[in-house]
């Protein structure tokens, strides 16, 4: 499967897409952090985004689900939801949360390096 994997990770366009999918969908993209970690022969490329969305559980749903139909090589790694204390005591169907996730964005492993050929005089 790794030869269907992009061997550079490109996270501004996924970042875009979040945001663009937030304000669609009028919740608030609160926070992003992002950690990369380069690939190995033996290791995938992988860079994480840590994620706070907050705005009411439907229209998060639909920005997740957005962003990952969208790239095939994400992966939700970590998902914590918490209800907001106001939309609790109003009973409201459409409660505020706030949504922590971690998606990941796998790339290639690193190709191993090819020892060049000998060269014909010896040298």
Request: hydrophobic share 40%.
């Amino acid at each position: 499967f790794t030869h269907h994997l992009p061997s550079t990770l490109e996270v501004q366009p996924v970042v875009i897409q979040l945001q663009r999918s937030c304000v669609q969908a009028g919740i608030e993209l609160a926070s992003v952090q992002i950690q990369q970690q380069a690939a190995t022969i033996d290791r995938l490329a992988r860079t994480k985004l840590n994620i706070i969305l907050r705005g009411n559980y439907p229209a998060v749903k639909t920005v997740l689900a957005e962003v990952m139909g969208r790239y095939s090589n994400i992966s939700l790694r970590r998902l914590s939801m918490r209800s907001s204390l106001q939309g609790q005591l109003t009973n409201a169907t459409n409660t505020e949360t706030e949504t922590t996730a971690v998606l990941a964005l796998w790339g290639a492993p690193a190709n191993p390096v090819q020892n060049p050929a000998p060269s014909a005089s010896g040298h």
